[in-house]
């Protein structure tokens, strides 16, 4: 009686689904669960970065720092003053440089990053330029970023050598502050004494003398010919029509 009561209950569950339906369906669900977050993924990230929103970069340079700031600030930009320089013939506090450049295709809201011209020059420390090699102090100033730097040969038997570095006629010593647009000047060795050059201006006059001397005798020699040769007693005497 009881196995033929399981029997009938068995028939009347209804059948099993295949565990392969099942793994089908489960992985269906999870694909489109996942185009579904990609989509969404998607979207939110063109939302939040403006995609296929641009707008220009105005040029802001020659511009006070202040003018140039509220022009980008109208535009929707943010402004960082990124750094200064100093530029001869530039007016203090005008834009030299911006980045991005102007014209440039950016997001709204993109940060503009402004380069000024210093109010004032730069000043470095003079270092040690003295007892060492032109060429070596040429490339310590340069490498401060001093490029105004003439070379003045002095008599000296070491050739190359700097005796000493002056800036506006005064003697500068390691440690004085200058602007880097300061001239400096080195005073540098011509491998040419003074002993060398009064030897050589006494044997420069000395051959200038040589050559004037020849030229001298010769000019005493032709005054001091006779207008004519003389006359010969014995013919005088032979020929009396001679002094007719």
């Known amino acids: 009686m009881d196995i033929s009561n399981q029997d009938n209950k068995k028939e009347a569950m209804p059948g099993r689904r295949p565990v392969w339906k099942s793994c089908l369906l489960h992985g269906l669900l999870i694909f489109v669960a996942a185009v579904f977050l990609l989509w969404l993924t998607t979207f939110w990230l063109d939302l939040w970065t403006h995609h296929g929103d641009s707008i220009s970069v105005p040029d802001v340079k020659g511009m006070l720092f202040d003018r140039a700031n509220d022009a980008l600030s109208d535009e929707g930009f943010d402004v960082v003053l990124y750094d200064s320089v100093y530029e001869d013939g530039v007016a203090p506090g005008a834009v030299v440089d911006q980045n991005p450049k102007s014209s440039t295709n950016v997001k709204p809201g993109r940060t503009v990053y402004l380069t000024i011209n210093a109010f004032y020059p730069r000043t470095v420390l003079v270092p040690v330029l003295t007892d060492m090699s032109v060429r070596q102090a040429k490339t310590i100033l340069?490498?401060?970023g001093m490029k105004n730097v003439l070379i003045k040969e002095i008599p000296s038997e070491y050739k190359d050598l700097v005796y000493k570095a002056t800036w506006n006629g005064n003697r500068l010593t390691p440690g004085i502050r200058v602007p880097l647009t300061a001239k400096i000047v080195l005073e540098v060795g011509s491998g040419y004494t003074i002993e060398d050059m009064i030897r050589d201006s006494i044997?420069?006059?000395?051959?200038v003398a040589s050559e004037q001397l020849p030229e001298e005798e010769s000019s005493?020699?032709?005054?001091?010919s006779p207008a004519s040769e003389p006359v010969p007693a014995s013919q005088a005497d032979h020929d009396p029509d001679f002094f007719d």
């Open 142 to 144: 340069e490498g401060l």
């Open 203 to 207: 044997s420069a006059a000395s051959a």
């Open 220 to 224: 005493d020699e032709i005054h001091s």
